[in-house]
């Protein structure tokens, strides 16, 4: 059994990321973190618990419920030296803020011909698997993917949400944080001493040889789960896991396929114009004489996110999953 030390703890996802916000609230007065109910409730899942405590109101601020009004006031500060950390509340409550991040977050940097940087990250709790209301399940990254000057990245582990953030945080480029909320209290060794991977490079999870999965966040899970069920046939799945969605790591993703000649892309968003399509498309291109099946794809449907009762029924499972790894090696 491993010794846990000091650097090293076992930790569950939120608990990993209010750590990292705590380091780097502790590291540069500058950092600030704000957004509804994170002060004195400590958020709404606890992911901020304790920080107002330790660092005042002026530092963990609790803001009016106005999504518009919290990303603008944070591009205000970021304009003056400050590195703002925003939470938004739920998924579906970001789109009041959509034109904030789009036409001002996304382009001042260009827009100032590179002469203003605007470190800002938005932390926004996606995806579902929690069994709750309209507009708390929504995985909309690939609507911020689209838009050039927006990084968009995704932990699927501990130890990836709390260095992850460390690097958004410092980061002078916008950062949109997706934190996959159906995994906030499943533990990982986290080591916050160790030299993380870079920020938008992807990682081999589980050596294979026949057949890659490739996923991020909350479905990186899935995918081991669904390597180990084939491996039980007789079936040697890879397991890639991109962590970042903008940009891609079409590097990694190439490499893992000419290796397994076979790719299934898996996310919860829908798959209709999804991020899989582009992952799909570049791979076509690049992969096209070492790949011995198409591009396949997993994600949720083209509808609105259903009520609880029906999400299992909406959301990929192991046998969505392991269905296209058939249809893969079939071919």
């Excluded at 579906?92 to 011909?113: C, E, N």
């Amino acid at each position: 059994m491993a010794v846990e030390t000091t650097a090293t703890r076992n930790l569950p996802l939120a608990k990993a990321i209010n750590e990292s916000l705590r380091r780097a609230l502790e590291a540069d007065p500058k950092v600030i973190v704000m957004g509804e109910d994170v002060g004195k409730l400590g958020g709404v899942f606890r992911v901020t618990d304790g920080l107002q405590k330790d660092f005042g109101e002026s530092r963990v601020i609790d803001t009016p419920l106005a999504e518009s009004g919290i990303v603008g006031t944070a591009i205000g500060l970021a304009l003056r030296g400050y590195r703002p950390v925003v939470e938004i509340q739920f998924d579906g409550f970001v789109f009041p803020a959509y034109d904030q991040i789009v036409t001002q977050l996304a382009k001042m940097h260009a827009r100032s011909l590179g002469k203003v940087k605007l470190p800002v990250v938005v932390r926004i709790p996606y995806g579902g698997g929690i069994g709750a209301v309209e507009h708390h399940s929504e995985s909309p990254e690939a609507l911020f993917a689209h838009v050039a000057g927006l990084k968009i990245v995704s932990p699927s582990n501990a130890s990836d949400a709390y260095w992850m953030l460390q690097q958004a945080i410092q980061s002078d480029d916008p950062v949109i944080y997706f934190e996959p909320k159906r995994r906030y209290w499943e533990k990982a060794e986290v080591n916050t001493e160790a030299i993380p991977d870079p920020l938008h490079k992807a990682r081999v999870a589980r050596e294979g040889t026949d057949l890659t999965l490739a996923a991020y966040g909350p479905m990186v899970k899935l995918c081991h789960e669904a390597a180990a069920a084939a491996a039980e046939e007789g079936k040697s799945l890879e397991v890639l896991d991109l962590r970042s969605v903008s940009p891609l790591d079409f590097d990694a993703i190439q490499a893992s396929v000419e290796k397994t000649r076979r790719l299934v892309v898996v996310h919860e968003a829908p798959v209709f114009f999804g991020s899989g399509a582009e992952i799909a498309a570049r791979i076509t291109e690049r992969c096209f004489y070492h790949l011995e099946a198409p591009v396949l794809r997993v994600g949720g449907y083209h509808s609105p996110y259903p009520p609880a009762r029906l999400e299992e029924a909406y959301l990929p499972d192991l046998d969505r999953v392991l269905d296209a790894v058939d249809r893969a090696l079939a071919y």
